[in-house]
């Protein structure tokens, strides 16, 4: 067996299936060695940044639609057969990165969501800023003004309007639909951090300013997530 | 060249003319050989989706496609089947519609994703994931595997679902869950009600959650749970005769309650910003 048929079985290779051949090859060629090392590796590292979920078929959609953006990947109909990768087994290979990728990807969006969290003071509400939100719905407790709560306010009603425009091109029932979303999550993100600011060490009220996030998050998820004609 | 793994997941094509179908349609079938636990993965825009168990090794596909304005894209890997709804050029919510009917084998994990239609996942002991903004979701007959739902503004029912976790994120859509047992059941609601008829058995956590819609959880007379609830500005109501327990915040008469039922095997808790709480008693 030489290095390019050892590349052509190594996704099975690496999923337990061994041949004695594989073996062989193994142990008497270091560059093919090195290379199942270093993918092991990668692989344990990808399972600690993903314990949990493991990147939702939207993900695997959206890599897909970019990669035959690129060229790098021909349709069912254009090929008439599986999607490959073009080349050869070195391509078929590369393919293990991609979930990688993916997971690494995740995890920084998740650092960098968590990062500007933590920047907000957490004994201040936004209900001061319901001037600078385009989308608020109107709290009605009293409140105490931050510049970092307004900060993120302004952030996030931008980013609200970002949303709504990117949608402009799907009608105006369906803006308005996520514009109503979105003011019910922004109210309920208000809400959350009032009762937080209460109680400033209650476990329930940190785990409503979760849930009210969470909620926010899964709106742009689903609001981005359209096959692109 | 195929190898030998790729020969025995063999794809067979057909594809019939819509006769018997409305004017404009097309109907597609795929079929998939497929191994032990696969991933079947159904990426809809517009239109319902339902998958059933069918027979073991196998994942057939129908697809009624409303207009020639939408393609099916699909691919299969080493233990995954991807079916996509490609759009193309002036395709809208009617033209762009694919209905899917899928059987998969009981064990396959089952992802689905439309915008609207009907999500109807029943049957599998393999993972069910169903999301979309208003998309109509039902799940049942679901075990030992983990159930994960989202959607905005479409209603979700479940039905008898075992042994596993359950996690369900919906906005202002209600949420009505009957028979759902398992070791972790989370439900996270903005103004959509939730509903629960069950045992909250298993000796599992049981988490409701919501910001301004109601919560109503009907137990019987012989459920073991310690349950915790709390409402900011809405009323609580309890059916049953607990046994106090301390927690870390004022239990205010008529806004919270806490306590525990039979040798309180199971966690519940119930909480909402402004929604009303009613723990019944069946």
């Not at chain 1, 990165?97 to 995740?106: F, N, R, W």
């Not at chain 2, 070791?183 to 298993?202: A, L």
């Not at chain 2, 915790?228 to 205010?252: C, M, W, Y």
Request: one cysteine or more.
């Amino acid at each position: 067996m030489n290095c390019l048929e050892f590349e052509e079985l190594l996704p099975e290779f690496l999923e337990g299936v061994e041949s004695h051949e594989q073996q062989t090859h193994l142990r008497s060629c270091s560059a093919c060695s090195d290379l199942v090392s270093e993918l092991n590796t990668i692989c344990r590292q990808a399972r600690l940044l993903q314990a949990s979920d493991e990147p939702s078929p939207r993900v695997w959609h959206a890599i897909r639609r970019q990669l035959r953006d690129e060229g790098l990947v021909r349709s069912q109909a254009e090929k008439g057969g599986l999607t490959m990768l073009p080349g050869g087994a070195h391509h078929r290979s590369m393919r293990w990165m991609l979930p990688v990728a993916a997971g690494l990807l995740v995890t920084l969006g998740v650092v960098r969501y968590e990062q500007r969290e933590r920047s907000t003071p957490p004994m201040m509400t936004q209900s001061s800023l319901r001037g600078a939100a385009p989308l608020s719905t109107g709290a009605s407790s009293s409140s105490i003004s931050g510049q970092g709560l307004a900060d993120e306010s302004v952030a996030n009603a931008n980013e609200d309007e970002q949303l709504l425009n990117a949608l402009g091109a799907e009608g105006s029932s369906l803006r308005a639909a996520y514009r109503t979303d979105l003011q019910d999550v922004n109210g309920y993100i208000r809400d959350a951090e009032e009762s937080a600011r209460k109680h400033p060490n209650d476990e329930v009220a940190q785990q409503y300013l979760m849930n009210a996030y969470e909620q926010r998050a899964t709106v742009y998820e689903l609001a981005l997530d359209r096959s692109q004609p | 060249m195929l190898s030998r793994q790729r020969a025995r997941n063999l794809v067979v094509v057909v594809v019939l003319a819509g006769v018997g179908l409305a004017s404009g349609e097309i109907r597609k079938e795929y079929h998939f050989s497929v191994g032990r636990k696969v991933n079947v993965s159904i990426i809809n825009q517009y239109g319902p989706i339902s998958v059933k168990p069918g027979v073991k090794g196998q994942v057939s596909v129908t697809a009624i496609l409303h207009s020639d304005k939408v393609e099916v894209d699909q691919s299969q890997g080493r233990k995954r089947v991807d079916i996509t709804s490609h759009l193309l050029s002036g395709a809208d919510e009617e033209s762009g519609a694919v209905e899917y009917i899928v059987t998969a084998p009981p064990d396959a994990s089952v992802n689905l994703h439309s915008r609207n239609g009907t999500l109807h996942a029943e049957g599998f002991h393999g993972d069910v994931t169903l999301e979309g903004a208003e998309a109509i979701v039902d799940v049942r007959d679901v075990s030992d595997a983990h159930v994960h739902v989202r959607t905005l503004n479409g209603p979700i029912t479940m039905t008898n679902i075992r042994e596993g976790h359950v996690e369900v994120t919906s906005l202002s859509g209600d949420v009505v869950m009957s028979s759902v047992n398992g070791p972790f059941v989370q439900v996270n609601s903005n103004s959509g009600k939730i509903r629960y008829d069950g045992e909250f058995g298993g000796g599992g956590e049981y988490f409701l959650t919501s910001h301004t819609g109601d919560i109503e959880a009907t137990a019987p007379s012989y459920a073991s749970i310690e349950v915790v609830a709390r409402s900011e500005q809405g009323k609580v109501e309890n059916d049953f005769q607990l046994q106090p327990r301390h927690t870390s915040f004022p239990i205010k008469t008529g806004s919270a309650f806490a306590g525990t039922v039979g040798k309180a095997a199971s966690s519940v808790k119930l909480f909402s910003i402004s929604g009303k709480i009613h723990l019944k008693k069946r």
